[in-house]
């Protein structure tokens, strides 16, 4: 079983920001294309951003033009930045590769954005 583990979740007002920071194995890390997804209670999970190896990335519609993923190879880290946020935004956020393999979700790190 892959570690992984989000953090950085909380209450945010709308109109604010987060940063959120995904850590796994380097072996899952170094050579796979990465992305978050985020879910709500009885919806499916969004694609929210992806980065590849050399650093491309792209967006979900809903977050593009307001979130930035980034990642930092030699700690094995991915973020995710958010500004501009509003009540919809709210939902745990997850990491994975992308496309997303069935045995590396971590347990999420919620996200709040109260009006």
């Known amino acids: 079983q892959v570690e992984v583990v989000e953090s950085g979740g909380g209450s945010v007002p709308a109109g604010g920001s987060l940063r959120l920071s995904c850590t796994t194995s380097?072996?899952?890390?170094?050579?796979?294309?990465m992305g978050w997804y985020r879910q709500t209670p009885g919806a499916i999970r969004e694609f929210v951003a992806a980065i590849r190896t050399d650093g491309s990335s792209w967006y979900g519609a809903a977050v593009k033009g307001r979130f930035t993923v980034s990642r930092d190879d030699a700690k094995n880290t991915l973020y995710l930045e958010g500004l501009n946020l509003t009540p919809d935004d709210t939902a745990v956020y997850y990491c994975n590769t992308n496309p997303p393999g069935p045995h590396y979700w971590g347990p999420g790190t919620q996200v709040t954005v109260s009006s």
């Open positions: 380097g072996k899952i890390f170094k050579i796979n294309t």
